[in-house]
């Protein structure tokens, strides 16, 4: 099968850039034809994804849209596999091109930010179909900026994407939540295995003295750092023990998260804290392999949330809030416990973090637990699934031709 895979950019960005660095491989060595069409190729400091493996690619930015969209048609692909474009009007013109099929990582035209979450009064997750009505939401609630001009540019293009996303042959995402909200909106999803890379289990040794955490991702305000911190206090008082806290990756907040720490070790004894910043993969699965639990403390509803059966996998149980589809990945008391998420407080992720370590049986039936269910999202189980939508999609296509 010849395949075009589409993304806005060729950079290991984030989730959805890793998602591609494995799969495109995969389908290559699956013996199926593939070429990578993006449309920037920023930022220039993140590695390109697709290392190591030959693979055509056309940058948009390079060649100019009618150059770019005119080869692709000429290449003629039996299905062309979309992740998301910063500009709909060439989203647009790419579904004229051949049978289209898009993976709904995010809140993909389903809200103004992306963030599908209320910060005002209290962080709380948003239950509301995307609309004109979010316009009247949008400050009062802190859904996003403080821009009007933003938020009425941001509308726009979220209400196209919308539209656009109604023409696709088909779209598949990754869990329950995120199939359930796009048929809120009128869209049907099929729901596929998302793979992760399953590495090596590691033999984590029976907890010791201090309990270790690790906090893996991006540091902006809705990955809940902040309350991770102010969990910590309930930690430390109810366990009696020292606990050390590790936090793997940057961003916007990362400042703040550092001020707070130095403020809550100064006044609670027995703990440590440490920022590591961005860490390579190499070492990401040393600072695994060394913890004791992956604490999730993000506030937002997480559509998958991919680190925690990464972890899992390598036999790392998770605390987390259940919020979007995390708990698709998390069961609570098989591979980790979780803690209400709406709305989210320090205490209810400080008893989560409880019940994964103070009783030692249970931790290790956690551990067993996380290696199975991480275990389940695997390439083969998901190549299966996307190809048999491929190949539908392709065949409808012919059959109206």
């Given amino acids: 099968m010849r395949i075009a895979v589409v993304n806005w950019s060729r950079r290991l960005v984030g989730g959805i850039e890793s998602y591609l660095d494995s799969v495109i491989p995969s ?29 055509p690619t056309v940058c948009v930015a390079d060649v100019g849209q009618a150059t770019a969209v005119a080869g692709l048609r000429a290449w003629r692909p039996d299905v062309v596999y979309v992740h998301g474009l910063l500009d709909p009007n060439l989203e647009g013109q790419i579904l004229d091109v051949a049978p289209s099929v898009f993976f709904a990582h995010a809140y ?18 948003c239950s509301r179909v995307f609309g004109w009505p979010c316009l009247l939401h949008y ?77 893996a991702g991006r540091m902006d305000r809705l990955k809940g750092g902040q309350v991770l911190l102010d969990a910590l206090a309930y930690v430390r008082r109810r366990a009696d023990r020292p606990v050390h806290l590790r936090f793997a990756g940057d961003g916007p907040e990362r400042a703040r998260w550092e001020r707070q720490a130095e403020h809550v070790t100064s006044r609670e004894g027995g703990l440590g804290i440490e920022f590591v910043g961005w860490v390579s993969q190499t070492e990401l699965e040393r600072l695994t392999a060394a913890a004791d ?11 998958f949330g991919s680190g925690g059966p990464w972890a899992g996998a390598r036999g790392l149980p998770a605390a987390a809030f259940a919020v979007g589809g995390i708990s698709e ?29 103070a009783d030692p049986q249970e931790y290790a039936r956690l551990r067993t637990g996380a290696v199975e269910v991480g275990r389940r999202f695997n390439m083969q189980a998901h190549l299966g699934s996307l190809l048999d939508v491929f190949a539908a999609v392709s065949a409808n296509e012919h059959a109206r031709a």
């Avoid at 639990?293 to 559509?303: A, C, H, T």
């Avoid at 980790?336 to 973090?353: E, F, M, V």
Wanted: charged share 20%; with cysteine.
């Fill in 27 to 55: 389908l290559i060595q699956a013996r199926h034809e593939v070429k990578f069409w993006h449309e920037v190729d920023v930022p220039v400091d993140r590695d390109p994804l697709a290392r190591g493996v030959d693979v």
């Fill in 108 to 125: 993909y035209g389903m809200c103004i930010s992306g963030s599908k979450t209320f910060t005002r009064p209290v962080v709380t997750p």
């Fill in 329 to 357: 990945w998390l069961v609570d008391g098989v591979n980790g416990h979780l803690a209400p998420g709406n709305p989210p407080t320090a205490a209810g992720l400080a008893d989560a973090i409880l019940n994964c370590l």
């Fill in 293 to 303: 639990l992956l604490v999730v403390p993000s506030l937002w509803p997480e559509p």
């Fill in 139 to 215: 400050f009062p609630h802190g859904c996003g900026g403080r821009s009007p001009l933003t938020m009425w540019r941001e509308y726009q293009r979220q209400a196209e994407r919308l539209t656009l996303l109604r023409r696709y042959g088909a779209i598949v995402t990754h869990t329950d939540h995120m199939r359930t909200e796009l048929a809120r909106h009128g869209l049907v999803a099929t729901q596929v295995v998302y793979p992760v890379d399953l590495g090596t289990v590691v033999n984590h040794s029976p907890i010791e003295k201090v309990w270790r955490l690790l906090f």
